[in-house]
């Protein structure tokens, strides 16, 4: 039942959110409450061990809460918090045009991964290397060393030009990889197009959720930070629904690849029109700029106490473009940095990839022979999580959605096994195996798909917060590329069920780890969370 071929289709979270779609040996691996939480957290404290990483946050006097967000465009918040019956809350409406737009760059994510899943065979007929696995693969993994390379430089560019800026110059690599490998004629072009395509959405990856979870209110910082993961979604989505058509015309991969461009332009023009960061235009001393931000987006009675916030931060900690990547070495940052770059090992390491190569081979054998079906239908089931996710992170936190959503992984994945090696009949166990893996994928949507790119940002200081996305991100790819060469691997020399169940005791371990190391965020402002560190430093340093 269980064999091993020369084609795949892995899907891959990101963090910010990462999900991804390929073919061939798979080199690829593609959000606590709505109610108010008070900033005057009176001197509580968390004690996470083993590293007892502290967090204590005090306030000397009571800010207004988060929730009181004055509408700009005068959309009446008819009931608030404190229980009035009736009405709906928009307090999130000023800022979700800015946070949409920006999550373009995950549909451009979803697409350019998802739009080589069918193609890929075409594409190697007409350019020459027809039957050649790995070249066939090579175009496939240059795409993650041009991600790797796009995640570790853009800490420095959003330092310099902030996220506004970088996300339109990013754009470009995006337009002229996805022209170049629609116009290829041979190898060298395709993976010329390919590399282009990777090193914009490897910046992409680490933009996004900092520019959302810096711009967003923070009441619903998680839930429009949850966007990122909807638009990988769509984008995947939308490029398997139109690659069904490269099944029986050759040549459809062309006019997939020219398509690919479109998004590009419409991000490139549209950011010209959203807002820059009110923490980067006080981090560069434009503080009258920053000010027409908050009131526009969080409402006026924001500003005050949020400059108040701004302000504390940067006298701690100076202005970001003077952050060095030897501060990521240093109290508090380096453990912020280590938990991001465990994140990621984890998140990949718990078998994304295997299931979702598995999962396409189960499909057929119940009948499903397009592999483009499949994993249209693959990636149906990871929107649905999605979505549910973005509507559960900001009522249950961070912590408790990634701890359950391991939970969940490691529950559907000791299923895969029991349908896999238990002697059972072949329907039943082909059953149990589609079940298993669509739990599996519908539980890493609801958390460790989403969460794992959304917490980091809120995590960071406001100094080292583009370097530490960069370089967990680039641990990111770094574990995505060796799961990708080294699972089908493994599978022949000890076989699916022992692999599986090593993934199961990974996600056991990630839940463990989550539950010691993750601080729940929700509710919270970004200067509150990243004040909370400073007792720790300046007792240390005493």
């Known amino acids: 039942m269980w064999t091993a071929k020369a084609t795949t289709v892995s899907l891959l979270h990101q963090s ?10 798979s080199f690829i691996k ?27 946050i005090s306030s000397s006097k009571k800010h207004h809460s988060p929730s009181r967000i004055q509408n700009p465009v005068k959309a009446k918040k008819v009931a608030d918090d404190d229980g009035d019956d009736g009405g709906v809350d928009l307090g999130w409406l000023p800022a979700f045009p800015h946070v949409l737009l920006a999550s373009m760059s995950n549909f451009l994510f979803g697409y350019h991964i ?42 420095s560019l959003v330092d310099k030009l902030g996220c506004r800026r970088t996300l339109q110059f990013d754009t470009i690599p995006l337009i002229l990889g996805a022209i170049i490998s629609a116009q290829a004629h041979s190898l060298d072009e395709i993976l010329l197009g390919r590399f282009l395509v990777g090193l914009g959405i490897g910046v992409n990856t680490v933009l996004v959720p900092i520019y959302i979870s810096e711009i967003a209110p923070t009441r619903y910082r998680g839930s429009l930070g949850s966007l990122c993961q909807i638009g990988t979604c769509l984008g995947i989505i939308t490029s398997l629904s139109l690659g069904i058509a490269s099944e029986n015309d050759p040549h459809w991969w062309r006019t997939l690849l020219y398509i690919a461009s479109a998004p590009g332009f419409i991000l490139a023009l549209g950011m010209q029109f959203t807002v820059d960061s009110p923490r980067w235009l006080c981090k560069v001393g434009r503080w009258d700029a920053a000010k027409n931000v908050i009131s526009n987006l969080w409402g006026e009675v924001e500003v005050k106490k949020s400059i108040e916030e701004f302000k504390s931060v940067i006298n ?10 030897l501060e990521l070495l240093r109290e508090p940052h380096s453990r912020v940095a280590l938990i991001g770059g465990a994140l990621f090992v984890l998140q990949q390491f718990a078998g994304i990839n295997g299931v979702l190569y598995f ?55 000791y299923l895969l096994v029991y349908g896999i090696s238990s002697p059972l009949d ?32 809120e995590l960071s200081s406001n100094r080292t917060r583009g370097k530490i996305m960069s370089f967990s991100l680039s641990v990111h790819w770094v574990c995505n590329f060796m799961v990708g060469l080294f ?54 340093n005493k």
């Open 114 to 155: 998802g739009v080589m899943n069918g193609p890929i065979v075409s594409i190697a007929h007409e350019l020459g290397f027809e039957g050649n696995s790995l070249l066939e693969g090579l175009v496939v993994s240059i795409f993650i060393a041009g991600a790797f390379i796009g995640s570790i430089s853009s800490g």
């Open 16 to 25: 910010p959110p990462f999900l991804t779609i390929t073919t061939v040996p």
């Open 30 to 56: 593609s959000f606590n409450s709505l109610y108010p939480v008070s900033s005057s957290l009176a001197s509580s404290s968390i004690h996470l061990s083993p590293i007892k990483l502290q967090y204590s």
């Open 359 to 413: 999962s396409s081979l189960t499909f057929k054998d119940v009948g499903i022979e397009s592999g483009g079906l499949a994993s249209l239908y693959i990636g149906l089931t990871n929107f649905a999580g999605a979505v549910l996710a973005l509507n559960l992170v900001d009522k249950h936190g961070r912590q408790k959605l990634l701890i359950g959503s391991y939970l969940g992984m490691a529950s559907s994945m």
């Open 316 to 325: 701690n900690n100076g202005s970001d473009s003077e952050a060095s990547w």
């Open 487 to 540: 699972f089908l691997e493994l599978v022949d020399r000890f076989g699916v069920a022992p692999i599986y169940a090593s993934f199961g005791g990974v996600s056991l371990l990630s839940a463990v780890f989550c539950y010691y190391f993750i601080v729940e965020t929700r509710g919270r402002s970004l200067e509150e969370i990243e004040l909370s560190l400073k007792p720790i430093i300046r007792t240390k």
């Open 426 to 457: 072949e329907q039943l166990s082909q059953s149990l195996s589609i079940v298993g893996s669509l739990l599996y994928i519908f539980n890493f949507a609801i958390g460790a798909g989403p969460i794992t790119g959304l917490v980091l940002p």
